[in-house]
């Protein structure tokens, strides 16, 4: 985005721009001050967990003990992820609070977490085959004999293959712009998901709001988030961040501006950028980008393996990658470093959507999950490292892509010039600055140029 001042950095860059008939993927920057949240009720909503298990085929009936046996030897799902900071936990940390600045791990703790990692990912394959089993022997009875289970078994089949997520539907306050006609529109929110894998500082999608329209508002002028978000769907918008260095602000005002109009990235970047942004997510949904990158040579288990935390640690690496091309850290920007322990994070307090309970990863738990640092323990794991890293080198090297001709939207001209310019055959020529402002509203997506002759005298 463009910025109300003259030097300031870019912010962010918008990832859920539409592929066809809206504006073009725009960048953000600052302008006003801001108002404190007004906090409110927070609700759940569910999202899937992990591959769904096939159910078991059931041959003969199983009696009522024989399924009370199968559900005694399962956890449930949140038992299961629990086990991640209790039965795999590590015994020591992976890096101490004084060496977080060098990122000197300890090997012989990297090793031992390399193995508890491991080992809950085995669990957690076993687990799930064995509840299919258990619930297919469960379907199989009558509801007589269902009746005859012990309440506390059969609810560890309830829920299945999902557990509850985190919707957090606080109610924001909203800025106002500095005048009716000003271009600097866009209110930055805070963090929607938070990626539990470091890359410099914790990679995360953001909320975004147009806080001229009506619509997004409730009674009180406040803006609270409707539901989880789908894609031209919600009151908000889903952007990364567009500049490794400069942190993104809740106080100021933003506009959106084309990437091509931007001065911070040349064109060959900006249709990187592009590429990289509409081929991701939430762009396209998880299911659709997994597609595409085996559609287009990406490793088919590696991306069937893709959790949406490292999805949102890759697609941000590789904008930062072409975002801070003329930086001197800019190959430092692709490589994975570490991960948090993100469930004890109590420092990202604006986290609309908590997704930790739709994956099953292993974080460094060292210490039973007793959180005593400001800043969460970290972890060096390979096989993340790997899914990670090739993730970002599939998405850089993906083909620069134009935008298409109705992507580019103005709904805000600005005059430069107070002259007409004389042309040839009677045209007359005048100077035109003009400023992307592409709104939520229907009405701003459009422009009208009149053309007027007035008599000499």
């Given at each position: 985005?463009d910025?109300?001042?003259?030097d300031?950095?870019p912010?962010?860059?918008d ?9 073009d993927?725009?960048l953000a ?5 801001d108002e404190?949240?007004v906090?409110?009720?927070?609700t759940e909503?569910?999202?899937?967990t992990s591959?769904?298990?096939?159910p078991a ?18 956890d449930?799902?949140q038992?299961?992820?629990d086990?991640r900071?209790?039965?795999f936990?590590a015994?020591?940390r992976?890096i101490?609070?004084a060496?977080y600045?060098s990122?000197?791990f300890?090997?012989?703790a ?7 990692a491991?080992?809950?990912e085995?669990?957690?394959a ?13 379907d199989?009875?009558?509801?007589e004999?269902q009746?005859e289970?012990p ?6 089949l309830e829920?299945y293959d ?16 500095e005048?009716a006609?000003s271009?600097y529109?866009y209110?930055?929110?805070?963090a929607?998901e938070?990626s ?5 500082e914790?990679?995360?999608?953001m909320?975004l709001i147009?806080?001229?329209d009506p619509?997004i508002?409730?009674?009180d002028g406040n803006?609270v988030?409707d539901?989880?978000?789908e894609?031209?769907?919600?009151n908000y918008?889903?952007?990364?961040c567009?500049d490794a260095?400069?942190?993104p602000s ?5 506009k ?8 911070y990235?040349?064109?060959s970047?900006a ?5 990289i ?9 998880m299911?659709e980008?997994?597609?595409f990158?085996?559609e ?6 590696m991306?069937?393996?893709l959790?949406r935390?490292e999805?949102?640690a890759?697609?941000?690496?590789a904008i930062w ?8 850290d800019h190959?430092d ?8 322990n993100n469930y004890?994070n109590p420092?990202m ?10 994956i099953w990863?292993w974080?460094?738990?060292?210490g ?7 800043r969460?323990y970290?972890?060096?794991l390979?096989d993340?490292q790997e899914?990670?890293?090739?993730l970002?080198?599939f998405l850089?090297s993906l ?7 109705n992507?580019?939207l103005?709904?805000d001209?600005?005059?430069?010039r ?5 042309g040839?055959?009677?045209t007359y020529s005048v100077g035109l ?7 939520r509203?229907?009405?701003n997506d ?7 002759v007035?008599?000499e005298?």
């Amino acid at each position: 985005m463009d910025e109300g001042g003259e030097d300031s950095e870019p912010q962010i860059e918008d990832a859920s721009e539409p592929a066809a008939d809206e504006a073009d993927e725009p960048l953000a920057e600052s302008q006003t001050e801001d108002e404190p949240a007004v906090e409110a009720d927070e609700t759940e909503t569910e999202l899937e967990t992990s591959d769904d298990a096939e159910p078991a085929d059931v041959t003969a009936s199983e009696t009522v003990d024989e399924v009370i046996e199968l559900l005694t030897q399962i956890d449930s799902l949140q038992e299961m992820q629990d086990k991640r900071k209790t039965e795999f936990a590590a015994s020591q940390r992976a890096i101490s609070s004084a060496d977080y600045a060098s990122n000197d791990f300890n090997e012989e703790a990297l090793a031992e977490h390399e193995e508890m990692a491991a080992a809950y990912e085995a669990y957690v394959a076993g687990m799930f085959v064995m509840r299919a089993e258990a619930k297919a022997a469960y379907d199989a009875l009558t509801p007589e004999e269902q009746a005859e289970i012990p309440e506390e078994l059969a609810a560890k089949l309830e829920p299945y293959d999902k557990l509850d997520t985190y919707f957090n539907q606080r109610a924001y306050s909203v800025l106002t712009p500095e005048s009716a006609d000003s271009p600097y529109i866009y209110q930055l929110i805070g963090a929607y998901e938070c990626s539990h894998h470091g890359c410099g500082e914790i990679p995360a999608s953001m909320a975004l709001i147009d806080v001229t329209d009506p619509t997004i508002l409730n009674e009180d002028g406040n803006w609270v988030p409707d539901k989880l978000y789908e894609y031209g769907d919600c009151n908000y918008d889903i952007v990364y961040c567009s500049d490794a260095h400069p942190s993104p602000s809740t106080t100021n005002l933003y506009k959106r501006i084309n990437l091509e109009n931007s001065t911070y990235y040349s064109r060959s970047a900006a249709r990187k950028l592009r590429a990289i942004v509409i081929n991701s997510y939430p762009f396209v949904t998880m299911e659709e980008m997994k597609e595409f990158l085996k559609e287009n040579g990406f490793d088919a288990a590696m991306a069937d393996k893709l959790d949406r935390s490292e999805i949102i640690a890759g697609v941000q690496m590789a904008i930062w990658y072409y975002a801070n091309i003329g930086n001197a850290d800019h190959n430092d920007l692709i490589n994975y470093k570490y991960t948090f322990n993100n469930y004890k994070n109590p420092w990202m307090p604006n986290r609309i959507h908590q997704f930790q309970n739709e994956i099953w990863t292993w974080w460094d738990a060292a210490g039973n999950g007793q959180f005593s640092a400001w800043r969460p323990y970290k972890t060096y794991l390979s096989d993340i490292q790997e899914r990670i890293d090739s993730l970002v080198e599939f998405l850089t090297s993906l083909p620069g892509q134009d935008p298409d001709e109705n992507q580019i939207l103005i709904s805000d001209v600005q005059i430069t010039r107070s002259q007409l310019i004389p042309g040839s055959n009677g045209t007359y020529s005048v100077g035109l600055k003009v400023i992307l402002n592409h709104g939520r509203v229907t009405s701003n997506d459009s422009i009208v140029l009149r053309a007027e002759v007035y008599p000499e005298n």
